[in-house]
């Protein structure tokens, strides 16, 4: 059992993938279960922290004592965490958030034209949630840690280190492997600007505490 390594802390977190509608019927996503970041909350919690939880669609029960924000799309996902982070003393992001959006809704179903002919989707940038945090908290000099995820296919440790960079972050947490979205347990690279280490395979829950036991150190040092 761990120590309350968080008491008095105020920890933002955002979870789960978010949805981007084309109609009212329609949208994309992606196959983020929100697990890792439920189970990061959760941990959270019991080290003492004040937690908050900003979700996108998911399907899985709210952890005790932490309050959820449910949202759905990147700009509502960016919104709730822009009202919360304020307060927040870390924030960690672990949604996986669409990198774009239909450039335009449609508010009827869009339907199949006599012809045939397939429609076009043109998309637009979503904004990025934890670059303007970063970016918002390091502009009125605030402590607000940081820490960001990173799910690649390929060249894990060196996409990791440029994102620490381009967000301007201190801490990555990197998903080794094949992607665990929706699985239980995860093996995990921590990368930031010593260096990288590794966190060997175990369920998301224990690293959750490794990882907030992490994290309490760094605020702490
Ligand atoms: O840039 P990339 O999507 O690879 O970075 C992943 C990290 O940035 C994750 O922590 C994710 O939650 C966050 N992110 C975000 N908003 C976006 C894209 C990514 O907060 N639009």
Not at 24 to 39: E, L, Q, V
Not at 150 to 172: C, F, M, N, S, Y
């Amino acid at each position: 059992f761990q120590p309350k390594l968080l008491a008095g802390k105020r920890v933002l977190v955002t979870a789960g993938p978010t949805f981007e509608a084309l109609d009212p019927i329609r949208g994309i996503t992606n196959h983020s279960s929100g697990k890792m970041g439920f189970a990061l909350a959760r941990a959270a919690r019991e080290a003492g922290a004040d937690v908050t939880l900003v979700a996108g669609p998911v399907h899985l029960p709210t952890p005790r004592g932490v309050t959820r924000i449910d949202v759905k799309s990147a700009r509502e996902m960016l919104q709730a965490t822009l009202g919360e982070e304020p307060r927040a003393d870390v924030f960690v992001a672990t949604a996986a958030v669409a990198d774009w959006r239909p450039a335009a809704q449609s508010e009827q179903k869009i339907k199949k034209p006599a012809s045939g002919a397939a429609p076009v989707v043109a998309f637009t940038e979503n904004p990025d949630i934890l670059q303007t945090v970063a970016q918002g908290a390091r502009a009125r000099s605030g402590a607000l840690f940081c820490v960001g995820f990173a799910a690649e296919t390929h060249d894990l440790a060196a996409h990791a280190r440029a994102k620490l960079v381009r967000k301007g972050i201190p801490l990555i947490v990197g998903n080794i492997g094949p992607l665990t979205f929706g699985l239980d347990d995860n093996q995990m690279l921590l990368v930031d600007a010593q260096g990288v280490r590794e966190l060997p395979r175990a369920s998301k829950t224990v690293l959750a505490r490794q990882l907030v036991a992490e994290i309490a150190r760094r605020i702490a040092g």
